[in-house]
């Protein structure tokens, strides 16, 4: 059961691969399509991102920094999280990798499996990570009342606290036999406080 939903996640996953290694590109191809994905391969590197993809499997080269830096920027514009495919041996790609900020990185030789397993991990860590951030968003403001307004201002240019200000709003309203926006309309607008002739 965990599996099949873990498996699932893949079902109608745009995967784009662009890697030199087209044999073992096309291997790892298949077995994503096998699992529901729908797959597209290209290489040499893209001048520009591909427009209809999930998820980036990317290859990289250490003479292609700033075609990488272009690449990935716009990917991470538009939310597609980045598998780096790297040479661990190559110790000069770790300053780029860093400021690529894949969302992964994996060794640059295509083994299926682990990269179907990073997958499924990554892209249970990248919608974490979403819910996260829209949980974490401020509630949007209840629009203040006209009579909310009326009293912020008795406050501040009267020196009243909020009771006080309150109990003037509705003595006046009452007084001038008008509803208590109306009120609190007239204060809003600088047409006098309650109380104060006009």
Not at 94 to 100: A, G, Q, V
Not at 159 to 164: A, K, L, R
């Amino acid at each position: 059961m965990a599996e099949a939903s873990l498996l699932a996640t893949l079902h109608g996953l745009k995967v784009s691969i662009i890697h030199p290694d087209r044999r073992s590109a096309s291997a790892l191809a298949a077995s994503l399509t096998e699992l529901g994905c729908q797959t597209c391969y290209c290489w040499p590197l893209p001048v520009t991102a591909p427009t209809e993809v999930d998820l980036l499997l990317l290859a990289i080269e250490p003479h292609s920094h700033r075609q990488l830096l272009r690449l990935v920027s716009s990917l991470h514009d538009r939310g597609v999280p980045v598998i780096a495919l790297a040479d661990y041996q190559h110790s000069a790609l770790f300053p780029l990798l860093m400021t690529l900020k894949p969302a992964a990185i994996l060794d640059k030789v295509i083994n299926p499996f682990a990269l179907i397993v990073q997958i499924i991990g990554t892209l249970g860590w990248v919608r974490q990570c979403a819910a996260l951030r829209k949980a974490c968003q401020p509630l949007p403001e209840e629009p203040k009342t006209r009579v909310t307004q009326a009293k912020g201002i008795l406050m501040r240019e009267q020196g009243m606290d909020e009771n006080s200000a309150h109990r003037l709003l509705r003595r006046a309203a009452m007084d001038a036999r008008c509803s208590l926006d109306h009120t609190a309309e007239r204060v809003i607008a600088g047409r006098g406080y309650p109380g104060r002739k006009t």
